[in-house]
């Protein structure tokens, strides 16, 4: 049914850049709100950002306030995040989120890290 696939992430130093992709299919895209979430090793599962289905509300993690923006294309079926000024603690894998009825669903994930 509904399929997430992220793209975008790789290894950067402290106080780069990394734009991250998750490309929705197999359900009507503008009609749910999307969010990014983040595991690191040994850790749970913790929200980052969630956008609403026409864009007109986000919200953020206080630990990414100010340095990520979550965006969505409802045409290309697409949410971005745009990371800046990373940290060796946003190290983690980040995976797109969308939940429908009470279900949620998840992607792979894409790996991001941040080290010097």
């Known amino acids: 049914q509904m399929q997430l696939v992220e793209s975008g992430g790789g290894l950067v130093q402290p106080g780069n850049s990394l734009r991250l992709s998750c490309i929705a299919s197999?359900?009507?895209?503008?009609?749910?709100?999307m969010g990014w979430f983040r595991q690191a090793p040994g850790k749970e599962r913790e929200f980052v950002a969630t956008?609403?289905?026409?864009?007109?509300?986000?919200a953020y993690a206080d630990s990414v306030k100010g340095r990520f923006i979550v965006s969505r294309d409802n045409a290309k079926n697409t949410v971005y995040l745009q990371m800046t000024a990373l940290k060796p603690e946003d190290t983690a894998v980040y995976y797109c989120?969308?939940?429908?009825?009470?279900?949620?669903?998840w992607g792979k994930g894409t790996l991001v890290t941040v080290t010097s």
């Open positions: 956008i609403r289905r026409d864009s007109g509300f986000t």
């Open positions: 989120h969308v939940r429908h009825n009470t279900v949620d669903y």
């Open positions: 197999g359900f009507t895209f503008s009609d749910y709100d």
